[in-house]
Nanobody, 118 residues
Framework: QVQLVESGGGPVQSGGSLRLSCTAS????????MAWYRQRPGKERELVAV???????SYADSVKDRFTISRDKAKNTLYLQMNSLKPEDTATYYC????????????WGQGTQVTVSS
């Protein structure tokens, strides 16, 4: 069972930046894909960004060119650098992981709140 713990959320003004972190309880080398999801108020959870074991990443159109996902396997940590934040980025952000290259994410963090004020 992989445990994921997010940190780095908080309040920020529009146009500002935050970096979220997600630390896994076991070696990242046993984990294939990792991702960041978010759930905005009144909305369903949505995929923000994903990164595979080889480092290839993809993004939701709404965050492309503003957010950057990365992972440090030596530290068992996933990051999400968020720049040029907008009020519509306000959400609870969740880290997710899976051991397989494809399929559902089996492991989830508890979430970290990001609040962007205008």
């Amino acid at each position: 069972q992989v445990q994921l713990v997010e940190s780095g959320g908080g309040p920020v003004q529009s146009g500002g930046s935050l970096r979220l972190s997600c630390t896994a309880s076991e070696s990242s080398f046993s984990i294939n894909a990792m991702a960041w999801y978010r759930q905005r108020p009144g909305k369903e959870r949505e995929l923000v960004a994903v990164i595979g074991s080889a480092g290839i990443s993809s993004y939701a159109d709404s965050v492309k060119d503003r957010f950057t996902i990365s992972r440090d396997k030596a530290k068992n940590t996933l990051y999400l650098q968020m720049n040029s934040l907008k009020p519509e980025d306000t959400a609870t952000y969740y880290c997710a992981a899976r051991r397989l290259r494809v399929g559902e994410y089996a492991y989830w963090g508890q979430g970290t709140q990001v609040t962007v004020s205008s």
